[in-house]
C-alpha cells in the first residue's frame, strides 16, 4: 500500500480509532517498552500515540504496520475489523532485521535490482566439472525465482548412475541478486548442510540471459568436504517441455559426450592456460 494511500485517509479516522488499535496491538508484544525499543521510537512520544494525544507520522505508521505484519490500510480499519483481522492471521510482532539490512544494503538489493533479475528467472541446466568426478561433467538443474523484494534458487544434482554413492541426489536451496551486470548466487545443500556454493556469473548479453557463464566456490561433496572454484555454464531451458524429462537430463556424463555440446564442454573445462595464470571465467564459443 502506498504512502499515498493513508495520507488520503481522513483525520477522523486516525484520531477515532488508531489509538484503540494501537494498544490492542501492542497487547500481542511482550511490552509497550519492547514495541518501543524494537522500532527506535521514544517510548513517551508512543504513549502519547496511544493515549491520542497525538498522531504518528506517516513513516512511523508503516515502520509499526510493518512491525505488527500489518497492511498499511488495516491499522487504519475500525476497532472490531483490526480484531477479526488479528484473530485470522495469528499475529506476532516481527523484530526489525539489522543483519539481513545490512546485506541487503552491502550488496545494493533493491526494487530496481530485483526488477532486473525478473528477466533471469526460469529453468536452467548447470555444468560443472567438480574434482570429485575425475574429469566429468555434472549437469543439474535449477530454478530461480523473484519473491516480494528478493531473488531466490533451488538446485538439484542427479547422481543415480553412481554406482557407490550413497547419496543419489543433492538439492540445494538459496539467495540470487543482480548487481547491474553480474549475478551472485549463494546456496546450501538442504539435508546435512555442510555444501555452500557462491557463483558470479555474467549473461552473454546484458538484457540476454540464455547462457550465463562465470565461476563457483565453494565445498564439494566429497568426503573430504574440499574446498573448491570451478566454471560453470547456466543454460535456459524451456519448461514447457515438463520437469520430470528437464530433471531426466540431469546426471553425470563423459568429458567428450555428445549429450553435452562441445562448446559447453569447453567453456567448463578448469584448465589454467598460462598467459591468465588464474582460473578465469570463460564465454560460450559457438560450435
Not at 29 to 37: E, H, T, Y
Not at 183 to 189: A, D, K, L, T, V
Not at 226 to 236: P, Q
Amino acid at each position: 500500500m502506498s504512502m499515498s494511500y493513508l495520507s488520503r485517509q481522513s483525520h477522523s479516522v486516525l484520531t477515532s480509532d488508531l489509538p484503540k488499535n494501537l494498544r490492542l496491538l501492542c497487547s500481542y508484544a511482550p511490552s509497550i517498552s519492547s514495541v518501543c525499543r524494537d522500532l527506535r521510537i521514544n517510548r513517551q512520544q508512543f504513549h502519547r500515540y496511544l493515549s491520542g494525544d497525538s498522531e504518528p507520522s506517516l513513516r512511523k505508521l508503516r515502520s509499526i504496520s510493518d512491525y505488527f505484519g500489518l497492511e498499511d490500510s488495516e491499522i487504519l480499519l475500525g476497532y472490531p475489523e483490526l480484531q477479526k483481522i488479528i484473530l485470522r492471521k495469528n499475529l506476532k510482532p516481527s523484530l526489525p532485521d539489522p543483519f539481513g539490512n545490512f546485506i541487503a544494503k552491502l550488496h545494493q538489493i533493491n526494487p530496481s535490482s530485483t526488477k532486473n533479475l525478473e528477466m533471469a528467472c526460469g529453468y536452467y541446466y548447470t555444468h560443472t566439472m567438480p574434482v570429485e568426478l575425475s574429469g566429468r561433467i555434472l549437469r543439474g538443474m535449477c530454478k530461480i525465482s523473484v519473491q516480494g523484494d528478493y531473488g531466490y534458487i533451488k538446485t538439484m544434482e542427479n547422481y543415480s548412475s553412481l554406482r557407490h554413492r550413497a547419496r543419489k541426489s543433492l538439492k540445494y536451496t538459496g539467495v540470487v541478486y543482480h548487481t547491474g551486470k553480474e549475478i551472485y548466487i549463494h546456496e546450501r545443500e538442504m539435508i546435512a548442510g555442510r555444501m555452500i556454493w557462491n557463483a558470479i556469473l555474467n549473461p552473454i548479453e546484458d538484457d540476454q540471459f540464455s547462457i550465463m557463464t562465470g565461476l563457483a566456490l565453494g565445498v564439494t561433496s566429497s568426503n573430504q568436504r574440499s574446498i573448491a572454484s570451478y566454471r560453470v555454464l547456466y543454460e535456459r531451458l524451456d519448461s514447457s517441455q515438463g520437469l520430470r524429462k528437464i530433471f531426466e537430463g540431469c546426471g553425470v556424463f563423459d568429458a567428450d559426450s555428445d549429450e553435452i555440446s562441445a562448446s559447453i564442454r569447453q567453456a567448463i573445462r578448469n584448465d589454467v592456460p598460462r598467459d591468465e595464470g588464474a582460473l578465469v571465467s570463460r564465454h560460450l564459443i559457438a560450435d
